[in-house]
């Protein structure tokens, strides 16, 4: 099952109490205060792993507690910390305060860390309290409780391509072609209920990752079908592969499922509709699908955009596609260093008179 929102609860480990003890020896009469401090509680801490690909495991375990510092003792024994809790979550995963919705972290990097709930300090000893004018002191200190939120965990794929298009346009057929992805195809809507990942690499050695995204139709950026909750994962993609099935047997215009695709990344807004797009044409293999792609074409010629023409189940025009797909990447990744190179303050060295 894939879950990409949950609800959980933390609650870090207490520190442990001071202890208040003094030494007491047969041959050591002025033996004095002896009482450890206590060991700190156990932090909650998220750390991002590439091999975690769901938050299903939060789901069934909603409510994460760490272990409390033990106590400190006499003889000076401090009490042991408590080992953290680290709660593995995918690549991906937006933390965000459920009482404010105020976003905590971003957690993208493999390894990255994040502390959401530090355990409390454990409390001081009464030999820590030890002065020149207090040589016997009876004072110790509480452990500190530990903190305890409510969070929010959402996880937004990390890819570079995000495939969009109405159901049974042939975007699962797409990503199993050009990767080692393996979803669910069949002829029915709706076959794809998770989004899927697919590694494409090129024989040069590069790769991109390409994100299979379902649920959209007339109606997904208010909820329909299962519209936003795949909607978020396009977010992170800097390209869209914008499929349309070529088939007249499907009783669909591929022009106007084109316009609806486009006014629902519209409606949901976060600036979906402003990613670069990539037209395609799948099923070009059947013969009844001339007259919408030479429809296509013209459509094309109007906006002066190039209509890649594919077919997924016969592998027709697919390292053409890749191809495409990988110079639009580069593209796209040349004008963000422009940007930001020009966004950068200029650092003229001054020149006197």
Same mark, same amino acid.
């Given at each position: 099952m894939f879950v990409d929102e949950v609800t959980i609860t933390v609650q870090a480990g207490h520190g442990g109490r001071g202890c208040l003890s003094f030494r007491r020896e047969k041959y050591v009469p002025m033996g004095g205060p002896d009482g450890g401090n206590g060991g700190k509680g156990a932090d909650i801490v998220l750390e991002a792993n590439p091999h975690v690909k769901t938050l299903i495991d939060f789901r069934y375990r909603p409510i994460h507690r760490g272990r409390h510092g033990e106590h400190g003792r006499g003889k000076n024994q401090s009490g042991a910390a408590a080992e953290d809790v680290v709660l593995p979550v995918p690549q991906g995963t937006i933390v965000r305060d459920k009482g404010t919705g105020e976003v905590i972290a971003d957690l993208t990097e493999p390894g990255q860390r994040l502390v959401v709930a530090k355990g409390g300090r454990g409390g001081l000893g009464n030999a820590a309290f030890v002065s020149a004018t207090n040589q016997a002191p009876r004072k110790t200190q509480p452990?500190?409780?530990?903190?305890?939120?409510?969070?929010?965990?959402?996880?937004?794929?990390?890819?570079?391509?995000?495939?969009?298009?109405?159901? !049974?346009?042939?975007?699962?057929?797409?990503?199993?072609?050009?990767?080692?992805?393996?979803p669910k195809i069949a002829d029915y809507p709706f076959?794809?209920?998770?989004?899927?990942?697919?590694?494409?690499?090129?024989?040069?050695?590069?790769?991109?990752?390409?994100?299979?995204?379902?649920?959209?139709?007339?109606?997904?950026?208010?909820?329909?079908?299962?519209?936003?909750?795949?909607? =978020?994962?396009?977010?992170?993609?800097?390209?869209?592969?914008?499929?349309?099935?070529?088939?007249?047997?499907?009783?669909?215009?591929?022009?106007?499922?084109?316009?609806?695709? !486009?006014?629902?990344?519209?409606?949901?807004?976060?600036?979906?509709?402003?990613?670069?797009?990539?037209?395609?044409? !799948?099923?070009?293999?059947?013969?009844?699908?001339?007259? !919408?792609?030479?429809?296509? =074409?013209?459509?094309?010629?109007?906006?002066?955009?190039?209509?890649?023409?594919?077919?997924?189940?016969? =592998?027709?025009?697919?390292?053409?596609?890749?191809?495409?797909?990988?110079?639009?990447?580069?593209?796209?990744?040349?004008?963000?260093?422009?940007?930001?190179?020009?966004?950068?303050?200029?650092?003229?060295?001054?020149?006197?008179?």
């Open positions: 452990g500190e409780p530990g903190e305890a939120f409510e969070l929010i965990l959402e996880l937004q794929l990390l890819a570079d391509v995000g495939i969009v298009g109405f159901p !049974n346009a042939g975007k699962s057929t797409l990503i199993a072609a050009i990767s080692a992805a393996k076959t794809t209920l998770t989004p899927h990942l697919g590694v494409v690499r090129l024989e040069e050695g590069e790769s991109f990752v390409v994100a299979d995204v379902p649920g959209l139709i007339p109606g997904a950026s208010r909820g329909a079908g299962l519209g936003t909750r795949f909607l =978020r994962h396009l977010s992170r993609t800097r390209l869209l592969l914008h499929l349309v099935d070529l088939s007249p047997q499907a009783g669909r215009d591929p022009l106007e499922d084109w316009r609806a695709i !486009n006014d629902e990344l519209d409606a949901y807004g976060g600036g979906l509709a402003d990613k670069p797009q990539l037209l395609v044409a !799948n099923k070009a293999d059947l013969p009844e699908a001339a007259e !919408n792609l030479e429809r296509l =074409r013209r459509f094309a010629a109007r906006r002066r955009t190039t209509l890649h023409v594919i077919s997924a189940a016969t =592998r027709q025009g697919l390292r053409e596609l890749v191809y495409a797909i990988k110079q639009a990447l580069e593209r796209i990744e040349r004008a963000d260093r422009d940007g930001a190179a020009a966004a950068r303050p200029s650092r003229r060295r001054r020149v006197s008179a």
